[in-house]
């Protein structure tokens, strides 16, 4: 038998070792290079994604604002959007006009400027906060207007929002086929109609802390804001000197006279109780040469609540009145009705009442939800200003550019009928995209008590 040569079995083994650990390394090495090239390939699909994400966002903004612009025979069209001027209230050219005045001058204004048969308006729907007795004297002064008693005339109450909600109950009667033609109207003498709040409920439902906060004053709710998210005094003021700003350029340059419809009415004066005929066609509520520097110097208007919101860095107490007259397309072609613009829809959205100012931060994204567009569809907003810290929250979370946002000022600068304001905002939206060759207009505001609202407009 042949003698075991171990040393001949080592090397067999070790040359087996050695062929197993050049497999196992060739395998590594290969598996290696295949994870890195399946790593470029990978980065190379994302790289891909992202080109066509972008892509598909392009043609997605495109298709949204060819589907925004298209037009339909059933369209909802705006044919007229005025507003009287908005006067400082107390003080102001409008000071001494009671509702009743104010609603017939706008109402008659809509009548000579639209050139429209009054008794082809179905249904007014007018928008007011103060007058408890708004529906007696809006009635009273459409009729009085020229409006012909088949006319019918409701009254709606949403606080700020309270003029938009008039159009956009006209406009639903538009699209429910209820009515052919309708007026929204949006009115508010703040002179003459106080606001004294309320400070208490019920016993039962005061104990409901959201309820209890329903008492707030305004004041106390932009303090909330203020406070909660972090809007500093140096940034309301910063924002509140670009709405005079903007306004005071706009005004110089005229660009507000084709929305406003003037008032011919009478003013008293406070000393000798005089009356003097006046026409009252420009807002006296702008303030020229306001810069920040000197808003930071205005004491605060409500410091048992914080120390950022003054009398410089809110809206203003203001008289004033706006319409705007709906249809069909077809209906305006029919009656030659010139075509402002098309009423795509509105939306509402709630919150917290103690931070009732950032609504618009809620009812905007909603409005977009519903008619799938982005703030890249959007040409220029209109968002009230009610009080600078609830505008610079507004503005910095929806991340609106400011550039395309209130570019001829807001209520800062000229004022806040609370009625008027959701119609004023559309006159003067379609004016200033008008000016500027844009079509989309997105309008917002807060409302009172904690809810929020915004409309989508084209224009043509």
């Known amino acids: 038998m042949e003698e075991y040569d171990y040393r001949k079995e080592n090397c067999h083994q070790g040359f087996n070792i050695r062929i197993a650990i ?5 395998t590594f090495i290969g598996y290696h290079f295949n994870i890195l090239s399946l790593i470029g390939f990978v980065e190379g699909i994302s790289m891909a994604q992202q080109r066509l994400q972008q892509f598909v966002q ?3 903004s495109t298709d949204a604002r060819s589907r925004l612009e298209a037009k339909s025979p059933d369209d909802v069209v705006i044919t007229l959007a005025i507003r009287t001027p908005l006067t400082k209230a107390k003080k102001g050219g409008l000071k001494d006009t009671v509702l009743d005045d104010l609603l017939y001058s706008v109402f008659k204004s809509s009548i000579d400027k639209s050139k429209i048969d009054p008794s082809k308006v179905d249904d007014i729907c007018v928008g007011n906060v103060l007058n408890g007795k708004a529906a007696y004297v809006a009635r009273a002064a459409a009729l009085a207007a020229g409006f012909p008693n088949t006319t019918a005339l409701s009254v709606c109450n949403r606080w700020c929002s309270s003029g938009l909600l008039s159009v956009q109950t006209i ?5 429910a086929g209820s009515i052919e ?17 309320i400070k208490e409920f019920s016993e039962t439902v005061m104990q409901n802390p959201e309820s209890k906060d329903c008492t707030m004053p305004m004041g106390w709710t932009s303090e909330n804001v203020s406070r909660d998210f972090g809007v500093s005094r140096e940034k309301m003021d910063a924002f ?5 700003q903007r306004a005071e350029a706009a005004q110089k340059a005229g660009r507000f006279d084709e929305e406003i419809a ?3 009415t009478t003013i008293i004066d406070p000393k000798t109780g005089e009356k003097t ?6 807002d006296d509520g702008i303030r020229p040469g306001t810069t920040a520097e000197g808003l930071g110097k205005i004491r605060s208007a409500f410091p048992q609540y914080g120390p950022n919101t003054t009398g410089g860095n809110a809206s203003q107490v203001t008289d004033g009145a706006a319409a705007v007259l709906l249809m069909k397309r077809s209906t305006a072609e029919k009656l030659g009705q010139p075509i ?7 939306t509402v959205a709630a919150l917290a009442p103690r931070i009732m100012g950032i609504g618009p931060s809620l009812a905007i994204p909603k409005l977009m939800s519903i008619h799938n567009f982005t703030n890249a569809d959007v040409d220029l907003f209109e968002i009230n200003e009610a009080f600078a810290s609830m505008a610079v929250y507004c503005e910095e979370k929806l991340g609106i550019d400011p550039e395309v946002l209130n570019v001829n000022g807001g209520a800062i600068a000229l004022g806040h009928p609370l009625g008027c304001t959701g119609a004023r905002q559309i006159a003067t939206g379609i004016s200033a995209c008008k000016q500027r060759g844009k079509k989309v207009l997105v309008t917002s505001m807060c409302i009172g008590l904690g809810m929020g609202m915004a409309s989508l407009i084209v224009v043509e």
């Open 58 to 60: 392009h043609l997605t």
């Open 181 to 197: 033609v309708g007026l929204a109207v949006g009115a508010e003498s703040m002179s003459l109609d106080r606001d004294d709040g």
């Open 240 to 244: 509140a000197a670009r709405s005079f």
């Open 340 to 346: 402002l613009a098309k009423f795509v829809g509105a």
């Open 22 to 26: 050049a497999s196992y390394v060739s």
């Open 277 to 282: 005929r006046v026409v009252v066609d420009r």
């Open 262 to 264: 003037p008032v011919h």
């Open 171 to 175: 406009a639903n009667a538009i699209k």
